[in-house]
């Protein structure tokens, strides 16, 4: 971590991780758009008679880049300020009047780069619009669809880091609390390890029992499985799908092909497979 984000919040750090690699993500697609567009340009004129200049295409190609580069950090930073908890009837006007401004500055600033930079690469000079309003609108329908790619590259990447400081802070807690810190819907659940006698896995998410009542949670088996652990409780699988609290094993009953069935102190009856028997047994 470098001196100069050492000092910052994990939240601000978060944030500033996200736009990094959201902008990464990003510039490197428009990269790739920009390298597939100006060969795909050569082949064409190249099947042509006329003769062409190579350059050309990679001159309009890449002074668009060069400029909605340049604006990526400004649309980063100005979606950090139209929150999704603004509702979709406040942020949407916001990102379309964003968009048009987002437009207009890559329109303008790719044609001023254009005009500087033809009579030195091509030769003659470069004529802006034919048909003013025509060709922004025709620009504009490309740059709406890139500014709404860019947002929904920038809202992926905070979710990813959002999801990292829950991962964190839920690590913490076990460690240095010995409470499980669960995700419910829009709830935060938080439980002291040991009162959790019994999970199954339901997709992408576990179904944790309690003295006080089943609770669905966004986690994996595996990773409530660490926090257990980390908490100190004793947690110890009795299926691919399930895990049980060691101590709340009252009896394991035999099965007749090696699997069984635990009973927990709760009277629940939970299946034991063949292939996580002996684990349990040995507690």
Same mark, same amino acid.
């Given at each position: ?6 000092? #910052? ?14 902008? =990464? ?43 909605? =580069? ?21 942020a949407?006007?916001l990102? =379309? ?49 890139t ?7 920038i ?10 400081l ?10 240095g ?8 819907g829009?709830?935060?659940?938080? #439980? ?35 926090? =257990? ?55």
């Amino acid at each position: 971590m470098s001196d100069r984000t050492a000092h #910052l919040d994990p939240q601000r750090r978060a944030e500033r991780r996200a736009g990094l690699q959201a902008g =990464l993500i990003f510039s490197a697609f428009a990269c790739a758009s920009v390298v597939v567009n100006a060969l795909s340009i050569n082949s064409e004129l190249a099947r042509g008679t006329a003769a062409f200049n190579p350059a050309q295409a990679w001159l309009l190609e890449l002074t668009s880049l060069v400029v909605l =580069l340049a604006l990526v950090p400004a649309v980063i930073a100005l979606d950090r300020r139209i929150p999704l908890a603004l509702g979709w009837r406040v942020a949407l006007p916001l990102h =379309l009047v964003a968009a048009l401004a987002f437009t207009t500055a890559h329109v303008w600033g790719m044609m001023l780069l254009r005009e500087l930079l033809w009579p030195a690469v091509i030769g003659g000079s470069y004529t802006y619009f034919d048909l003013l309003v025509r060709d922004f609108i025709y620009e504009a329908r490309k740059d709406f669809l890139t500014y709404a790619t860019l947002v929904l590259v920038i809202r992926f990447a905070r979710r990813i880091e959002d999801y990292r400081l829950e991962l964190a802070e839920s690590h913490s807690r076990a460690k240095g609390d010995s409470v499980i810190v669960l995700k419910c819907g829009g709830r935060e659940l938080r #439980l002291p390890a040991a009162e959790i006698i019994s999970a199954e896995a339901a997709g992408n998410y576990v179904e944790v029992a309690t003295p006080t009542g089943a609770h669905l949670a966004r986690i994996t088996l595996g990773g409530l499985e660490t926090l =257990l652990k980390e908490a100190g409780a004793d947690p110890v699988r009795v299926h691919r799908s399930r895990l049980v609290a060691r101590p709340a094993v009252r009896e394991i009953i035999p099965g007749e092909s090696g699997d069984a069935i635990a009973v927990l102190s709760s009277g629940a009856r939970i299946p034991v497979s063949r292939r996580y028997r002996a684990g349990l047994s040995r507690g």
